[in-house]
């Protein structure tokens, strides 16, 4: 009975996992996707992106 009150306090990870591997997926393209894409808005964004996130770079 007090099963069901407890699991809907937190959500379970089964349901967190795809949207984190979602942003993962689109921060890896965002980054290297668009990196090598040649355009010089796509490299200045993820240029922008790189130095946002701390990332070594120049
Ligand atoms: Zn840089």
């Known amino acids: 009975m007090a099963r069901s009150?407890?699991?809907a306090l937190s959500t379970p990870l089964s349901?967190?996992?795809p949207a984190a591997l979602l942003a993962l997926a689109a921060g890896a393209f965002l980054l290297w996707g668009a990196?090598?894409?040649g355009a010089d808005a796509l490299h200045d964004t993820a240029h922008d992106a790189r130095h946002?996130?701390?990332l070594?770079?120049?």
């Open 15 to 17: 349901a967190r996992l």
């Open 5 to 7: 009150s407890a699991s």
């Open 52 to 54: 946002a996130m701390g």
């Open 35 to 37: 990196g090598f894409a």
């Open 56 to 58: 070594p770079c120049h």
